[in-house]
């Protein structure tokens, strides 16, 4: 994983509400083992109209609206377990999913990911939404170390785990962290036998 500290980027709204992990990447797509190839599919059957051509209302296809960082409606990657979803929005290229909540398990396969949830209240997602909307450009700031999401109309902090941030400020995946304490495991180990 790569290391995150702060990002700063545009930013694409998607304000409907209870995004499952179906919607995010459809269960057509879950054949492959690895992860490769899953940000093509990202909210697939949202982006293209059944026919295959592109739908041009949606805002992954709208191109005003770029950047490293999905704002999305309330409930976010509710459904089932996959972690497949974690690995399509990484694939398409974000790095931060923004809503006022997540489900859990989706929280916590993107964390396992390096991707970034913020959960904010229900009113600053609202003005983000809206702010983005109006202006495309609006740019957003992730300040991870701090633990806030800074934007032109006020900031607001998010709470994460404390283990989790340590891994996604080093780019450590769970087997990273444990190799990172490998001189204090082995001197445990050695104090005790």
């Known amino acids: ?19 499952d992990t179906d919607q995010i990447i459809p269960a057509r797509f879950l054949k492959a083992t690895d992860k490769l190839g899953f940000g093509d599919n990202v909210f697939r059957d949202w982006r293209y109209n059944k026919d295959g051509s592109v739908n041009e209302k949606f805002a992954l296809n709208n191109p005003k609206y770029k950047g490293s960082i999905l704002v999305a409606g309330n409930n976010f990657g509710c459904g089932s377990s996959r972690e497949h979803a974690a690995w399509a929005l990484d694939g398409y290229g974000f790095k931060v999913i923004v809503s006022s909540f997540f489900a859990d398990i989706f929280k916590g396969n993107a964390l396992n990911n390096g991707l970034l949830p913020i959960q904010v209240s229900p009113d600053f997602l609202k003005q983000l ?9 609006t740019k957003l700031t992730v300040d991870l170390v701090n633990q806030e999401l800074k934007t032109g109309f006020g900031s607001e902090s998010f709470d994460i785990d404390a283990y989790k941030k340590v891994c996604i400020l080093n780019g450590y995946d769970d087997i990273d962290f444990l190799i990172s304490k490998k001189d204090k495991i082995t001197a445990f180990e050695a104090q005790n036998n």
Not at 129 to 137: A, D, R, T
């Open 1 to 19: 994983m790569e290391k995150f500290l702060k990002l700063t980027d545009t930013a694409v709204p998607v304000s409907i509400e209870n995004i």
């Open 129 to 137: 939404l809206s702010e983005i909307e109006k202006n495309p450009e």
